[in-house]
């Protein structure tokens, strides 16, 4: 009975202290469940799965995995690389050879559509429509088209060596090319006759402004009596070269309102100074973001009507952030709003003029002008304006 | 006694104290290097901070196991919450919970368009018809820039409706329906003669049983006239190996017909007796047939028993399970890897077909605009049925 005594007091002491001391633990250390889970999870694996573990995937996993857990599309994680990706790609430019490229379905090849003018590739004397048979050291077909872009880019001043065939030669031809910076073309303009300039800017980067501003000068210096102004398939980009790009359009009015997470409220205006030739904007379910803002602010002053379909309805605005260690946080922080005071996400801006292309084209790139429904009504509509 | 018992509880707490200690510890040590505790904490302030919706924090918590799990960059190999689970288990049953709705989004993104309606399903009891249009799902435009809220919708199994704007497909007759999930049996096969002599036989779904369901299918074909077959494999997904083991069995005679390794490397080779049937038979097969399916394809052209006719297939063949955790979640895993009979592994290359055929951006137009295909625009069907002739 003594010897009972001790043990039963034994073990209430034994089990009350164990619980007072687990859940006192889980309550102050929120990670306590997460660190039990995970390796309840890392035994399954090593007991079944029949690949590989590469710990450091896993671990940027649960770094993306718990910023991915608020559900928005565009707050994600990026790890270092990333993040330098990511950077590049919105400076809009890159040390590369300077050529565009798209895979050829008829027989499965890497299809040169434009080099850039100036650039290395230029400069040798590759042209629009050669096929990239080889670079850096390997063959390529169509299924390596994503593959491509990291063995031509690398560090500028640095070497690569492609091999390109050229159809109408019925040729192959090696280079070796020194890689340069090459200032990604966001913006490209013609004349579509003596009185109408078209102006197409495919997103919105840092250069794109300079580039922008470049056109508006040059169409404005042809004496151009009316502007298309293409921003169909533009998924946007920054900003603050948005609204510049808005300014020397509008006159001193409201380009668009942003409001954050505590109500702070941030406008931009245009200055008084801007053209006043008469602008068409053409727009498509592609259109997104920036170029969201860019029409409607257009729109909603009048300056501008919209032809072509209702746009993607992306009103919300993405940060930036990067973390200490060189990866980065990329979250939405803000809703805009046009100038009526609309936020458009999941809603999009109607166009004025609802035009579809023919289902037919749609299986087609590199569409004629004169094919193009949309343009030619932009066209019809920018001519009513000027009379 | 009283001093007895007081004994006993201070060694009871002393005990106590220290295992649960050590055990924490253990845990804690165990993890260390899985991830940097004091980055989460600045991810987290970061996202309270300056991130623009309410955030649901056990949801983010939650997330940190599914993260964890796709670091391991398997396409099969993900972390199951419960309702996930759940899913799952209905789908081992040969089951789905769901409304039945089958569909695709339509051009441009503007509409989803339904191109079939599950038999005996809460969509099937209402005025529906393939080729109609979604617009709007419980006040949510049809539009791409609302993917995910609208996939989650059309994905829910939980008990609450959900209200589906509909209209025909040419855009009249607007109206509003209300559906609620149910557990839905999942069609396996269904068959037809064509041209007078080919049994055609499209699979849906392969779930237990499903090897004798399709041995009666080809039973009825035969006794209609049926002098070849067309095995349709396009578009299924299927873990279920040895069903397609039995289904290989009615076709190809006397010879291995696939292998699958586990992870340690133990192997268990697949080989058949005597076929069932000889006749003239084709396999159609598209970048949708996935998983243990894509071993069918593979014994038929390994054995030389039939055409593959299509377009290289997913590349996922591997076999998968389910392992529960103690928590209700669980983890879909990846197993065993699958090879051919010549030992070409399935785990990430496809099968390719003897005869390549792509479908055309005409049929592809076609079944978004209208929710149907016609056989004619059919070009894999075709070559299948020129095979044949």
Redesign the interface.
Known sequence: ???S??????????????IV??TS?AFVDK??Y?????????S??N?????D???T?????????????????Y?N?YTSEEYASFKEKSSGVYAGIGVQMTIDQADNTILITEVFKGSPADKVGILSKDKIIKAAGKTLTGDDFELVPKLIKGAQGTKVSVTIFRQSENKMYDFELTRQNVTYPSVVYKMLDEQLAYIKISQFEETTYDQFKKALTEVEHKKAKGIVLDLRNNPGGLLHITEKIADELLPKVLIVSTR??NGTVDEAYADDKYTKIPIVVVV??DS?SASEVLSGALKDHNRAKLVG??T???G?VQ?V?P???GSA?K?????YFTPSGVCI????IDPDYKV?LP?EL??RGNLQDNEDTQLQKAIEVVRQEIK | ?KS??????????????S???MA?GC??A??D???S?S??D???K??Q?????E??DK????????????????PI?S?LNEEQLKAQQVLQEGKYIGTGLQFEWG????YIIITDIVQSSPSARQNIKIGDKITEIDG??V???????LYEKLSYTGDEEVAYTFENNDETNKREIKLTAEVINIKSMAHKIIQNNIGYITLFSIKKGASKELEEQIQALKASGAQSFIVDTRNVYSNNIEEIYQMSQLFINEKTVFKV???KDEVKEYKTAKAIYDEPTVVLINDRTKGALEAFAAAMKSAKRGKVIGVTSAGIG?IN?I?P???KTG?M?????IYTANDISLKDAGVKPDIEVKSS??GV?ELI?TGRLNEKNDLQLMEAIKQLS
Do not use: P
């Open positions: 009975m003594k010897k005594g001790f043990f039963r007091g034994a073990a209430i002491g034994f089990l009350l202290s164990a001391l687990l633990t990670y306590y997460v660190d039990k889970k995970l390796l309840a999870i890392e399954v694996i007991n079944y799965f029949v690949g573990m590469d710990r995937k896993m671990q940027e996993g649960i770094y993306k995995g718990f910023v991915a857990g608020v559900g928005d599309i707050t994680y954050d997470k498509n379910g997104a379909e209702t993607f309805g992306k919300v940060s952030v973390l200490s260690d946080l979250l939405t922080t803000a809703k996400q999941g809603i999009g579809s289902k749609l299986t | 006694m007895k018992h007081l004994a006993g509880i201070i060694t009871g707490v002393s005990l106590g104290i295992v649960t200690v924490i845990v804690s165990a993890s290097d899985k991830y505790r980055k989460i600045q991810i987290g970061l996202l901070q300056s991130y623009l919706r955030i649901d949801k983010v918590e939650n997330n940190i196991y599914a993260g964890y799990v796709s670091g391991l960059e398997d190999t972390y051009l441009n993104g503007r949510i435009k539009m791409l820039s609302n993917e995910t809220e390794k586990n992870k591997r399970e392992i955790l103690e928590d983890l895993v990846s197993t065993g890897i951006i005409e137009i605009t």
